[in-house]
């Protein structure tokens, strides 16, 4: 899959989501995803770090 093929899946998805919520789940539901995201990249920036400082040390 492409860049602009994932871009049109999410896109699509997001619609299909979004036409079945209120505004309201639709803003939980946004907010989860972001902090999912979030955490997502915190947890592979201290990996990142760690597996540098593993190998300066090790």
Do not use: H, Y
Not at 3 to 13: F, H, M, N, P, Y
Not at 31 to 53: P, Y
């Amino acid at each position: 899959m492409n860049s602009l093929e994932l871009t049109s899946a999410v896109t699509a998805l997001a619609n299909a989501i979004a036409c079945k919520l209120s505004v309201d789940e639709i803003a939980l539901l946004a907010s989860i995803f972001v902090q999912l995201g979030d955490t997502l990249a915190t947890i592979a920036a201290r990996e990142n770090l760690c597996g540098e400082q593993n190998k300066i040390e090790g």
